[in-house]
């Protein structure tokens, strides 16, 4: 009988540790650019970027009756935006120099995306918002681009956080081809 008494905490331990771990600490985001050239005409400009998420998670897993369960990104998803920005700007023919007379700081305010459990489906809820503040002279400008998006994955166990992931790429991508298509951004770099 003691053997018994001492079993059940044991398995209810392990059960519990069992969930928690199937799930990986980080995933790593990879926002993507494709931009086409001929919008600058060399114009340098310099990008910094600010994280100024109040959680540094970018998954929040929701199931009935349990704690959630949240995710990082493996990668620096602050680095990863401003990459991609700088990338997008010098495919439109932006010279990227660090120190130019032209800045913009990509901010980031926003980048969840809540996995929320249904009877045999997922629903993954994303919200995101990043801010571009762009200076030059004594002028300023600030942009925020946001997006919501919501689509559901089936899965009756755990969801496939590979597709939430490509979920979160989509959306981190789009924002990103805003931002190098918004007019307001384009006419601030180049009117140099």
């Known amino acids: 009988m003691k053997t018994i008494k001492w079993l059940i905490p044991a398995a209810i331990a392990l059960s519990l540790t069992a969930c928690a771990s199937y799930y990986p600490v980080g995933v790593n985001v990879?926002?993507?650019v494709?931009?086409?050239g001929g919008v600058y005409r060399?114009?340098?400009v310099s990008v910094t970027s600010q994280d100024k998420r109040s959680n540094d998670y970018i998954i929040q897993i929701e199931q009935n009756n349990k704690a959630p369960v949240v995710i990082v990104a493996s990668n620096n998803l602050k680095v990863q935006l401003e990459q991609a920005l700088s990338q997008g700007l010098s495919q439109q023919g932006a010279f990227i120099e660090q120190g130019s007379n032209s800045r913009i700081q990509l901010e980031i305010d926003e980048v969840l995306a809540r996995v929320i459990r249904g009877h045999i489906?997922?629903?993954v809820v994303q919200q995101m918002r990043i801010r571009l503040v762009l200076s030059r002279d004594g002028r300023n400008l600030t942009k925020i681009f946001s997006r919501k998006a919501q689509a559901e994955f089936p899965g009756r166990l755990h969801p496939e956080l590979d597709k939430v992931k490509a979920?979160?790429?989509e959306q981190l991508s789009l924002i990103l081809k805003?931002?190098?298509s918004d007019r307001d951004v384009q006419q601030f770099v180049g009117a140099q």
Do not use: K, T, V, W
């Open 30 to 32: 990879q926002p993507s």
């Open 34 to 36: 494709n931009e086409q």
């Open 42 to 44: 060399g114009q340098a």
């Open 121 to 123: 489906s997922y629903d």
């Open 167 to 169: 979920a979160i790429d």
């Open 178 to 180: 805003e931002m190098l």
